[in-house]
């Protein structure tokens, strides 16, 4: 769909990776009735790595940047953790973290928006749909059935094999070796 027929849908699903920090500002601010799907931080992370985007942080500084700007105590509150950062996997993840710590633990979560987990919506297809549905105040379209194992059309052709095989929990923890798990869930 073309974005200028937005106003004219009853339901969108918008994709904002790094705007969880803004989701309570957008249900105080428009009538929204947001779904929050979130990743176990490993899976995030490992997607990180296998992806061209941050090939600037593998080649330089691993410290994490507390960021100067007015404004900025959501990590200035958290500087302990963040000094201690000292490899590729701890600094995603602590993007991951704040980003995450902020939205689920804010007292509007669960109340404003849901949080789904992806692993819970792959383990718990029907229960979550349905509760996501039912969130959203419209029925279960018949062909979300036919999507739990159907690809994006982003996936890798690495990924489908892991999806059709029905093991696509399984992807992080056989790219990401046990020291980077212990590094991302450290933080």
Known sequence: N????????????????????????????????????????????????????????????????????????????????????????????????????QTISHPSNNIDWITVSYESLYLKFEWEIQRIFSRLGIPVPQKVWELKRRPSKSTSPQAKAYISSGRQLQKWKDYLSKTQQDRILSI
């Open 2 to 101: 073309k974005i200028w027929t937005l106003p004219q849908k009853d339901c969108f699903i918008f994709k904002f990776c790094h705007g969880n920090m803004l989701l309570a500002w957008l249900v105080n601010n428009f009538p929204v009735n947001p779904v929050l799907i979130t990743r176990h931080p490993c899976a995030v992370v490992a997607s990180q790595l296998n992806h061209g985007g941050w090939k600037d942080l593998k080649s330089g500084k691993v410290a994490y940047d507390i960021p100067e700007f007015r404004n900025n105590e959501v990590y200035l509150q958290y500087i302990d953790i963040l000094s201690r950062v000292k490899s590729i996997e701890e600094n995603l993840a602590a993007t991951w973290a704040l980003t995450m710590t």
